[in-house]
């Protein structure tokens, strides 16, 4: 194991600067944090794990973890003060790692459930959409412009490793993203107000695209458009809507699992 | 109108302190921000509004909000620095109202849809947790010990007003409120991952409790041992477990929607 005593190391200062989607961008590379996220990089792709940074005063505990390393990975023994510098969390963990971006996957590999973002700007939600398709049984998700960075901290911290498991796709144009599937025979799916009562629908066909709209303005008119379904979630209290999150999961799990 | 220039206001340092929870259990009032939490607190419950405060140069945009406060409630034209010294939040929209905290229920006033938080420790979940229940046609909820309080102003700002909407009941011991409920021939529901698969149940009666765990520890065995019904979400992906908002949302929507 290598060592590393001083948060001036360059290594160190590119893991930190892992913070800014730019940097991100221009490196490939994202930052896990803590054991669990660390756990999910090793176990979903070992290979792409590039770094691993391991508190000295605790390396007996993550010792299990380390052994799962490959081969490739440069592991670095680092004092608590050189890993909070690279922490976005007040009490780190005491491991962390720097991870290759996974590759985003083509349109036509996101399998047959595919959830849509366009413009969802929170990356908590981002990160639990993610984790939610991955446990639903949806098989791909498309970002588009707009949306937050599903390698944002907080967004990794919300998805619980999914972000390993799920299919991503990058497409610029949420509506010419919806209109690409349905030529693919996907009913796309729409959440909107003047909708049909969701729970009163007949079957969707085995192809389904669920798109989800921006927290504050919902969907544009022009993913409306793409769509070949629109529904409403009934309401039944006083509330008027549903966080973006609450109501994707309630749309994956009725569609994989009622049809 | 009346006007106050100064931080130092009692009345303005009372508002303030709102934002901890032993203020807001010794005077029995909290606080809401914007122009949202205002407008649900003054149609909901307005003689519980005791107080509004608007930034005075916006005054003209929040006066039809202005409009529908009640004779009882005193209205104070504030800067914006005065505004900003009671705010949570980073760029106040400039209305905050001081309001009387929502009397808690009985547990026979809650109705025949309830969900039973046990140790929701996450403020954001407890508000999003009842927003969802609002909308989903819960009828009741019951916070017990190590809940976050729903007064707290991240619950606020999750609720979007719900908090007005669907009866409190506050229990100390959450077993004990669900043998409670199960007496009086609630069905309990708990999630239990070897638990029935929940997509595959017989009809539910028509009274339903649903418990909701703590977010890393889960249910307490006693909880569970209250239940009536333990029943699992399908987790189809790679993904352990679900936000426990969200895994609340996809039960609340299927028990009302689906019997």
Request: glycine residues 8%.
């Amino acid at each position: 194991m290598n060592t590393i005593t001083s948060t001036k190391n360059p290594l160190i200062q590119t893991a930190k600067g892992l913070q800014s989607k730019a940097a991100r961008d221009a490196s490939g590379l994202f930052l896990c944090e803590g054991e669990h996220m660390v756990s999910e990089a090793l176990r979903a792709a070992p290979q792409s794990v590039a770094a691993l940074f391991v508190d000295d005063t605790k390396a007996e505990r993550f010792a299990p973890l380390l052994l799962q390393a490959p081969a490739s990975a440069a592991v670095y023994a680092v004092p608590p003060h050189v890993l909070a510098a690279l922490s976005q969390v007040k009490t780190p963990q005491g491991v962390a790692a720097m991870v290759q971006t996974p590759p985003m996957a083509a349109l036509a590999a996101l399998g047959p459930r595919v959830v849509l973002l366009e413009a969802v700007q929170d990356p908590g939600n981002v990160g639990t959409i993610l984790r939610t398709a991955d446990a639903a049984g949806f098989t791909g998700c498309i970002l588009t412009d707009g949306c937050a960075d599903p390698l944002n901290p907080k967004a990794l911290r919300a998805n619980m490793g999914s972000v390993f498991r799920v299919p991503l796709h990058w497409a610029a144009d949420a509506p010419a993203a919806a209109r690409a599937l349905a030529a693919q025979g996907y009913a796309v799916v729409a959440s909107a107000l003047n909708g049909d009562d969701f729970y009163a629908r007949p079957p969707l066909p085995p192809k389904v695209c669920l798109l989800v709209g921006n927290e504050g303005a919902g969907l544009s008119d022009a993913a409306k458009a793409a769509a070949t379904h629109m529904y409403r979630l009934p309401m039944r209290g006083g509330a008027e809507s549903l966080n973006a999150a609450v109501a994707a999961a309630v749309f994956m799990y009725e569609i994989v699992n009622r049809g």
